[in-house]
């Protein structure tokens, strides 16, 4: 039982499932119907078979699902994902898996068996016997008649509608080669007994009456329906990646009611309730954890390889594995609202859109199917007229309308876009859409935000200075059980770093914090003493501070009883990968800014460590904008790359915005990439897929429009024999989809992007 569609509320995007559709003059039909709405706002997709509509207030979704029936072509609102069991298929296994793909196999099955003796008698002459054209008859008209039906059905859907589309050229074309076919056998000469028959590739002068047409009828369907399985194939193992990404998830989970584990559907789980995450088994939902320490391997959602260390306080992703150790976990995020369905949205609604070139494709798509019934029509008369061949006329007619069929047109944008969005999730890249795979190819600067992004955004002790008679580890050991009672960001760098060089501490004792000057205490029977608080400071020691802050970092000296014995100093630490980031992007011949508001000395210092030149330091977080808006002054094309919530209006003010998905939902929300992890490595990568992704659009196209183009006047000019015509048909589908799924092939250029390994099969 179905529920009645609801109304949406203010400025919705409604979501429909379309059916029926058949080839890219389907999609624009459909398009072009629910575009005539007021207020409405559609995109239709042929691979992906679903519209994405935006409606004005009071737009009730069953006017469009009316809409759309009337077009000819059925609408639903998708239904509710339905919980799973561990023991249940990925659904990215073989295509036995989908009854719509099993029935298409099945028919084409039936009809490529019953089809090869029929061309072959045509084609092979020394093969004819006596009425051998009686026997190919009753093998052609099941394939015709049954086979075909698909094609017929929706020709006719088509013409009650008065529109037309690519079935009907191919059921104007296979009828028409049955029709003559059947009136040769019964009213004229060709069912005499003895009667041969020849094969040309091309258009042959016969006489009318004698000239059969089976193998085109025949021949003609079954290719087709190999091109319409190999196509719907592809488009199925093009989408496996996002069904993967959606079956990522846990299955159950053990929530703590009443102080006992209960096992129950991840569905059940609600904010705030605490669950409980085994060694080996997937966190179900977003949290923070409260008790337990592990390590979370989030390879399959992020492709980072190395296990993260988590502890009380620590957040963590569902959909990733905790390696080991008892962890305890309060869900702050479920269902619709957790990382890991943000990512699979992201992806659907990326595959989703139509590129600006496809956009032509589409226009050009719907009025082709009416012009080539008149170059049809055009090709039949004049033929006719120049030679008074009745069967030639005939023959290259039926070639015109078989040839012509758009299928490609409509493949060479959405097949590319199934699979480049799906590698992207794959390799922890998150392509909003198409619109911006045009952008990659034109950005020529890219501004890397500081902390957080080419640094890790927290104080690391950098550099320990011991003064002369002073050893260095003792320096540390000291200075670090001081700090470690203090709760400052550099107390925290420094105590961290001491344990982690030297081993356990010492207990403090009359621990004092002077605010804005330092701290003081016992260590050991030692008064230890770590910031401005001692009265004089010795030349080398002095020396050693000034070094260090010119350099850019925080220091602070260090000592016992009275006297300064050495220098800690402070920074925020660079990644490892980001200098190996830079690289990367400069050889995608961009020129890296970084921009910061941070003091110049710092930024610089972290400019030179990293490789790059140009450094905008001291800016406020409402002067990003400023910046990158200064840079498209002087004519470049900027990408910035960002995680906090001080980046974000950069982030959508600049022509590309690439937001780290370590950082804030509101960096990420104004991004047009976000890549899932910290490693600004992703960001080259990213780049690389988008404009490969683009670049395999384009030469869809090309080849789509190269193909029509050349085909048809070869077909006039009686060039192709229909089957041959329907065979490169076929065969012009299959090549753009198998050409975009070369894109499954992308590989990271640096050891960032590591393709998934655990859930459903994606490459």
């Given at each position: 039982m179905t529920s009645t569609p609801q109304a949406p509320p203010a400025e919705a995007t409604v979501e429909l499932l379309i059916g029926g559709m058949t080839c890219a003059a389907c999609a624009a039909r459909v398009e072009k119907k629910l575009n005539r709405m007021e207020g409405v706002t559609a995109t239709v997709n042929y691979a992906t078979e679903k519209a994405r509509i935006s409606c004005p207030p009071g737009t009730e979704v069953a006017d469009l699902i009316a809409t759309v029936v009337r077009t000819g072509y059925t609408a639903e609102e998708p239904a509710p994902p339905e919980p799973r069991t561990?023991?249940?298929?990925?659904?990215?296994?073989?295509?036995?898996?989908?009854p719509e793909l099993a029935a298409l196999r099945r028919r084409l099955t039936v009809c490529a068996l019953l089809a090869a003796p029929v061309v072959l008698l045509a084609m092979v002459p020394a093969l004819q016997f006596d009425n051998w054209q009686w026997l190919s008859l009753t093998l052609a008209a099941p394939v015709v008649v049954w086979g075909g039906l698909p094609f017929h059905r929706a020709a006719w859907t088509n013409v009650r509608h008065g529109s037309s589309t690519m079935d009907t050229l191919v059921s104007l074309g296979t009828l028409a080669a049955f029709g003559w076919s059947l009136w040769a056998l019964f009213l004229g000469d060709a069912g005499m007994p003895g009667m041969r028959h020849g094969f040309a590739l091309t258009v042959s002068r016969a006489d009318a009456s004698s000239t059969l047409y089976l193998e085109v009828a025949a021949g003609v369907t079954a290719f087709l329906l190999l091109g319409r399985f190999l196509e719907a194939r592809a488009k199925r193992r093009a989408g496996a990646a996002l069904r993967a990404l959606l079956e990522l998830g846990a299955k159950d989970v053990?929530?703590?009611?009443?102080?006992?584990?209960?096992?129950v559907p991840v569905a059940g789980l609600g904010v705030g309730d605490l669950f409980v995450v085994r060694p080996g088994e997937k966190i179900a939902t977003d949290g923070v954890v409260t008790e337990g320490t592990g390590a979370v391997d989030a390879s399959m959602l992020t492709g980072e390889s190395v296990p993260v260390d988590v502890g009380p306080g620590d957040t963590v992703t569902g959909a990733t594995v905790n390696s080991g150790g008892r962890l305890v976990v309060r869900a702050t995020r479920v269902g619709s609202g957790t990382r890991l369905a943000q990512m699979a949205r992201l992806v659907e609604e990326a595959q989703s859109g139509k590129a600006q070139v496809q956009r032509l494709a589409d226009r050009v798509a719907a009025v082709f199917v009416p012009v080539v019934l008149l170059i049809a029509a055009a090709t039949f008369g004049g033929w006719l007229g120049a030679t008074g061949d009745t069967v030639a006329a005939f023959t290259a007619a039926v070639a015109v309308l078989i040839i012509a069929c758009p299928c490609a047109l409509g493949l060479a944008t959405p097949t590319a876009l199934l699979v480049g969005t799906g590698r992207g999730a794959q390799l922890g890249i998150l392509i909003k859409g198409p619109e911006v795979l045009e952008s990659t190819r034109r950005v020529d600067t890219v501004v890397l935000d500081k902390t957080g992004t080419v640094t890790t955004g927290r104080m690391t002790l950098h550099e320990v200075y011991a003064a002369d008679g002073t050893d260095e580890k003792e320096l540390l050991r000291l200075a670090g059980a001081l700090e470690h009672a203090s709760e400052h960001p550099v107390a925290r760098a420094i105590a961290s770093a001491a344990e982690e060089r030297v081993g356990p501490l010492p207990a403090v004792e009359r621990f004092e914090n002077v605010p804005g000057r330092g701290v003081r205490g016992r260590v050991e029977g030692r008064e230890v003493t770590v910031g401005r608080l001692f009265d004089a400071v010795p030349d080398d020691v002095a020396r050693a501070l000034r070094e260090a802050r010119s350099a850019g970092r925080t220091a602070v000296p260090a000592g016992w009883d009275g006297t300064a014995r050495g220098v800690l100093s402070v920074a925020d630490a660079v990644k490892?990968?980001?200098?190996?980031?830079?690289?990367?992007?400069?050889?995608?011949?961009?020129?890296?800014?970084?921009?910061?508001?941070?003091?110049?000395?710092?930024?610089?210092?972290?400019?030179?460590?990293?490789?790059?030149?140009?450094?905008?330091?001291?800016?406020?977080?409402?002067?990003?904008?400023?910046?990158?808006?200064?840079?498209?002054?002087?004519?470049?094309?900027v990408a910035m790359v960002g995680d906090g919530v001080n980046d974000a209006a950069a982030l959508a003010a600049a022509d590309l915005g690439l937001a780290m998905g370590t950082g804030t939902d509101a960096a990420i929300e104004a991004g047009d990439l976000t890549?899932?992890?910290?490693?600004?490595?992703?960001?080259?990568?990213?780049?690389r897929l988008a404009r490969r992704t683009l670049a395999t659009i384009k030469g869809n196209l090309v080849w789509a429009f190269g193909y029509n183009v050349a085909a048809l006047p070869l077909a006039a000019a009686g060039l192709l024999n229909p089957m041959i015509a329907g065979a490169a048909m076929a065969f012009s589908s299959v090549f753009v989809v198998t050409n975009s799924l070369r894109l499954r092939t992308f590989r990271a250029a640096s050891k960032a992007g590591v393709p998934l390994e655990s859930g459903a099969p994606l490459t």
């Open positions: 561990e023991d249940e298929g990925g659904g990215g296994g073989g295509p036995g898996q989908d053990a929530v703590l009611r009443e102080g006992r584990e209960v096992r490892d990968t980001s200098a190996e980031a830079v690289r990367g992007l400069r050889a995608l011949g961009l020129t890296p800014v970084l921009l910061t508001g941070d003091n110049r000395a710092v930024a610089e210092a972290v400019a030179r460590e990293v490789g790059i030149d140009r450094v905008v330091a001291e800016v406020l977080p409402e002067d990003k904008v400023d910046a990158v808006r200064r840079l498209q002054a002087e004519g470049h094309v890549l899932v992890r910290g490693d600004l490595r992703v960001a080259a990568d990213a780049i």
